[in-house]
């Protein structure tokens, strides 16, 4: 291994779920515009991974993209960070400082937690958004500046403007087209696929052979609230490669919120049943395919489809693992390669409590003949919950 990380991509997003396939497809319409984004969604959902991503695939990809986290900043600094200081500014000033409009001048500028921002300074940042110019601590003459700005917030930031926390005036500048990424309890589809690229990519870094989670830990998984998102996901699998014995996750390597059924635990039938897409299916767990050979959906690496990979490195910041384009079978562990768009056809060996088939014959297509489907059955065997987006 090089150890190299690539750079988060659009590739990285994969999903079953129809409203990540409606923001990735929101997404792929923005990428090659200079528009302001606000992403919205919970925290551990990928926010700064999705803005890193849409970064990458556009025209300003070859420039910075410069992340700041607007609530990890001491208010009487930020505006200093922001907009930069000439020498003798204030007390401590010894020396002209380059704020991060300036670093970030024909690239990106991310700024996380934008509901953090103290309202005076707000003002100031719409100025820079119209204008492209920004006006430094200290300084008596405005520099301009070529900027698209992202902005993340885990708040409600309507409720913020009702309120008066926050700047009608700016929420509506960032605002253009808001990009609201759905947390994982509404996308209980996804997560027999996440796991098992996390369980691969987490047992290959530790050296262990992990291929595989028993039935009693998937139902577990489909089960619970997961409050952190992707991140606690990926914490947990993590945490579970580290501490288990085997070569298969059980429900004895998971915390106890996991194994002991504590808060985190929501009154859901989980999809169990004669080999349902990627679900329990009586004591086997079929990743990505069905015992009785009907399509699943598979992943495809390209822009348009939401979710997340595996790729060679970890966004810490994001709690995604990214980023080179995935197209195995899905959640297949060391599948075979299929075609980017395509569907699974399981073929006679299919995953059981021990572990998941790798053994499977590939039938192409198209992924809107099937992705109806197979979201309708799920959400029939959960209650309409999967629909709940």
Known sequence: MSGTVSPPGLGDFISLSPSMQQLLALVERVVPSDVS??????????????ARAIHTAGPRAAQSFIPVNCGAIPENLLESELFGHEAGAFTGAIRQHKGMFALAHKGTLFLDEIGEMPYHLQVKLLRALQSQEILPVGGEDVQQVDVRVMAASNRELELEVKEGRFRQDLFYRLSVLPLTIPPLRQRVEDIPLLAGRFLEHFGTAAGRHMTSMDSETMTAFAR??????????MNVLERGVLVSSGTSLTLADLPEELSGGGDGVKAVRPAVGPGRPGMVAGDEWVAGGRSDGVEAVAPTAGPGVAGTGVGDGRSEASGFVGAAAVTRGAGVVGGPPVTPGAVTRPGETVAHANGISTDRHLVARPL???????????DILTDGHLGAA
């Open 37 to 50: 984004l606000l992403i919205l969604g919970e925290t551990g959902v990928g926010k700064e991974h999705l």
């Open 368 to 378: 809107r003949d099937v992705r109806k489907e197979a979201v309708e059955e799920l």
């Open 224 to 233: 619970y609230q997961w409050p952190g998102n992707i991140r606690e996901l």
